[in-house]
């Protein structure tokens, strides 16, 4: 089935083990090997405990898919051993650092009936054995694995070197104890022996997280400011532009609330500078009241959503594409605005710009969707710094203020410029107002009004770019539609002997939509197959709405789960089949 | 129309909308008064911005010239604070009635006030909500029959200045809606003041406040200049004349800590740089910051 040839490798650990440290570690090493990873986080909302997973998917083509199957488990804890012991493949391995592990009787009939190789490393004993600390079994490992794989040890100490430069004192024992871990295998374990794998030059290139190539993406627009309120899986973009700011000058506030942080935001925004606010649904929902302020006031704003699971607090630090009519309808009252998805690291980068660039030429609130699984997923990516829009921002130049500033326009855009401009001051103004901004109750003049600004959604519509179309939509057999992560398991679907059959159009522009591709399968919808990381296909229901007919032919997840790789390609030759 | 070097002159902030607000209602004083400190700091309109909560007091939005916002109940502050954090070189002045402030939005007067933005901030403080028609406020006196407490409020009043006090506020004044003269220099030195200034203005609500009508006030506020030596850096003091809201109450910049820093200026990426957060809006070369992803 898997026409790429693909090695999985999890570390599993409770939280708190340097689960993380490990897979990140692992990581560079295998990009700094001339190979692709894409690697997946799964863990618990605790701060020591429970469960966590770091697993790396690896190829010798780009990837951005994750597997639920695994080569090779290594596991510090035992309940990661329980959680995560029936993902291994067939001629696995388990590597576990626990004492007088007792498999159920399940577990040992899945460990013969797999041939699973089972072993103990009691890598804290080593490690304190070599004179290093408790701490240094990870590094114990980290060499153990290293061998398995057949990866360079130099490599490994090079990392490890930059990794913990700052601790010199600690460093040499660090080394110590990963070449410890490298000699006790006698061999590399061949499910997982990284020489079947054609080499590329990817030791050029990086690891980003989603979060931080949005970071990277709000500065190179021209953000100066970022608010938010600490809400898993955005958190970290208030954290990685905090540790940026002394480098830039951009400032970053943590406000007391999401309603104080979209505030700031619109306030900073009005004043013209480019302010980003981050949130997760729940914060959104604290926020709407000001996206609809910033409709009518004409206010450009920016505010990324990261999904996870709800209803409220849902599953916290797991993965969802369930809030995109949170996105589109959240707030009252009718004003335009554009919901943008993005699906891995460099839209990530790339669509930010043109969130901003959107919400100042349009002069409405733009919300851009990202989820869990993007914003902590670790893509391998070339340089995209260079994936820079010219900044738009449509502002009047001083010299030309003559009209209003609400003034009604075929376009329904009208002239913006900033306070401090000398020539006419203005009211932003959130009552129904007239052209200049004052107050009005006026039943035409009300009319007129909501009648510009929802002109702007047409205009926005008519100069949205076509979603992205991946495979042959003329000649396959069935056309799959997705947004938002969606687009990360396709792309290693379409490599699969299902690329010949199918194809996929992507929506980047999830709202406004464009349907000029999918008007071409209104006569024959059940060819249409939507997929999305939620439980009632919101984006198949916004497409039936707009084109009248109805999409039966669904595929959903919605248990806090990203898109297995091997799952999908199954789902849809299931329903291949069934339909 | 104002320019930029010419003397700014009371008209520059003229607006020809005619004011809705009640007869002898206090706002009239107080917008008189805004314009004339704005005049008196020699701000033209092009240099400030007025944001205006939703309220009595918002209605006036549209009655006054200058860069204006008049947005949600309650979330003055944190627009008015975004704004201010954007660009230092337009004054912000904030303005917003007791309910929003003490209710709804009060989590934002704290954090305000915490963080010391810098920004002008004029509470108007009429003890109850007006616009809404007559409904209880924290600053309605205890036992008042308002039009959702028949049998009268139960709840104790809020002394708002002090509860400023409290929070370590930088600049607290009390002044009353009746006296332009003493508003107008209470907002010339708060807006002259570097930081979060608070201003309570007693304000007169004749149409549905008929505990403390205009003479209610006259017959107790006090000015703190006839307090002989009295020293407003003093914020025990301050503490103390601000406590009594009943029989003797004291008006004037009842605190002012002219040391504390606001929070910008505290920013350590900020210092140096002389440029506001909207002159750098630019596209930016980021190949550096993407190197350490190697």
């Not at chain 1, 326009?409 to 401009?421: A, D, E």
């Not at chain 1, 035409?444 to 042959?472: C, D, H, I, W, Y």
């Amino acid at each position: 089935m898997i026409d790429r040839k693909r090695i999985t490798i999890k570390f599993a650990g409770e939280s708190g083990q340097g689960v993380n440290s490990l897979g990140e570690i692992m990581s560079k090493l295998i990009k700094n090997s001339n190979l692709y990873v894409f690697a997946y986080r799964e863990y618990p909302s605790l701060i020591k405990g429970g469960f966590a997973s770091y697993q790396l998917n690896i190829s010798d083509h780009p990837i951005s898919s994750t597997t639920a199957k695994c080569q090779l488990l290594v596991c510090q804890s035992r309940s990661a051993v329980h959680e995560y012991l029936q993902t291994l493949e067939k001629n696995g391995k388990l590597i576990h650092t626990l004492t007088k592990l007792a498999f159920s009787a399940e577990e040992q009939e899945y460990i013969a009936e797999n041939a699973i190789e089972t072993q103990y490393v009691d890598s804290t004993k080593l490690a304190i054995e070599s004179g290093g600390s408790k701490l240094m079994g990870n590094m114990i490992l980290l060499g153990v694995v290293t061998k398995l794989m057949g990866a360079d040890l130099a490599k490994l100490e090079e990392i490890i070197s930059i990794q913990f430069a700052s601790k010199p004192d600690l460093l040499e024992k660090d080394l110590i104890c990963a070449r410890k871990g490298f000699d006790l295998e006698a061999s590399v374990l061949p499910a997982v022996d990284i020489s079947q794998l054609d080499k590329n030059n990817t030791s050029a290139q990086y690891l980003v997280t989603g979060n931080e190539a949005l970071t990277l993406g709000a500065i190179a627009a021209g953000t100066r400011i970022f608010y938010g309120y600490p809400m898993t899986p955005s958190s970290s973009i208030l954290t990685y532009a905090a540790a940026l700011s002394q480098k830039t000058g951009i400032v970053v506030k943590q406000a007391e609330d999401e309603i104080t942080a979209v505030q700031m935001a619109i306030g900073s925004m009005f004043m013209g500078t480019r302010a980003v606010v981050a949130t997760s649904g729940g914060g959104f929902d604290l926020m709407t009241e000001t996206i609809s302020l910033a409709g009518i006031t004409e206010t450009p704003l920016v505010c990324i959503l990261g999904q996870r699971p709800g209803p409220a607090t849902g599953m916290p630090t797991w993965t969802a594409a369930s809030d995109l009519n949170l996105a589109m309808y959240g707030g009252h009252g009718e004003f335009p605005r554009c919901v943008i998805a993005i699906s891995d690291a460099y839209s990530a980068f790339s669509q930010i710009q043109n969130a901003l660039n959107i919400s100042e030429e349009f002069q409405i609130p733009v919300i851009v969707l990202s989820e869990k699984h993007i914003a902590e997923g670790l893509f391998n990516v070339g340089d995209f710094s260079e994936m820079t829009l010219d900044i738009k921002r449509n502002l009047t130049t001083e010299e030309s203020v003559a009209t209003e500033r609400y003034a009604d326009t075929s376009s329904g855009i009208s002239p913006r410029w900033l306070p401090g401009v000398l020539e006419k001051t203005y009211l932003g103004n959130s009552d129904e107002h007239l052209e200049d901004g004052d107050l009005t109750e006026d039943a035409a003049a009300a009319e007129k009004m909501m009648n510009k600004r929802m002109r702007k959604l047409s205009t926005l519509k008519g100069q949205l770019p076509l979603p992205r179309v991946f495979g042959n939509l003329e000649t396959a057999k069935r056309v799959c539609v997705g947004w938002g992560s969606t687009l990360m398991a396709m792309n290693d679907v379409l490599a699969t002997e299902l690329g010949s059959e199918i194809a996929y159009i992507h929506y980047d522009f999830v709202y406004p939509v464009n349907l000029e591709l999918l008007r071409g399968f209104m006569n024959k919808p059940d060819d249409v197959f939507v997929i999305e990381n939620n439980q009632t296909g919101q984006f198949a229901n916004l497409l039936e709405h707009e084109l009248g007919v109805k999409f039966h032919n669904r595929i959903l997840k919605y248990n806090g789960r990203p898109f297995f790789f091997e799952e999908l390609v199954e789902n849809i030759k299931s329903l291949m089949s069934n339909s | 129309m104002s320019c930029d070097n010419c003397e700014v002159q009371y008209h520059d902030y003229y607006s020809e909308n005619i004011y809705t607000w009640c007869t002898n209602c206090g706002n009239y004083g107080i917008s008189a008064a805004l314009k004339r400190a704005l005049v008196a700091t020699s701000i033209p309109p092009h240099k400030v911005l007025l944001a205006f909560d939703i309220g009595c007091n918002g209605n006036g939005a549209d009655k006054i010239g200058g860069y204006r916002f008049h947005g949600l109940h309650g979330r003055v502050l944190p627009f008015a604070a975004g704004a201010a954090l954007a660009n230092h070189n337009l004054k912000v002045v904030a303005s917003a009635g007791d309910g929003a402030t003490l209710s709804e939005g009060i989590n934002h007067l704290v954090h305000s006030v915490r963080n010391n933005y810098n920004i002008t901030f004029i509470l108007h403080n009429n003890g109850n909500y007006g616009l809404t028609t007559g409904q209880a406020s924290q600053t309605t006196k205890k036992g008042e029959h308002m039009n959702t407490s028949p049998e009268g409020v139960i709840t104790d009043s809020m002394n708002v200045a002090r509860f400023v006090m409290e929070l370590g506020g930088s600049f607290v004044a009390r002044t009353f809606s009746g006296d332009v003269h003493q508003m107008s220099h209470i907002f010339e030195a708060a807006i002259n003041h570097k930081g979060f200034a608070f201003v309570e203005v007693l304000q007169s609500c004749p149409t549905y406040n008929k505990a403390t009508p205009h003479e209610w006030y006259m017959e107790r506020i006090y000015d703190t200049i006839t307090i002989p030596n009295y020293d407003n850096s003093n914020r025990d003091w301050a503490r103390e004349i601000a406590t009594d809201m009943e029989n003797k109450i004291a008006t004037g910049i009842l605190y002012h800590d002219k040391s504390k820093l606001d929070y910008y200026s505290q920013l350590p990426q900020r210092q140096d740089i002389q440029t506001t957060l909207v002159d750098e809006v630019r596209k930016t070369d980021v190949k550096d910051l993407v190197a350490s992803f190697r």
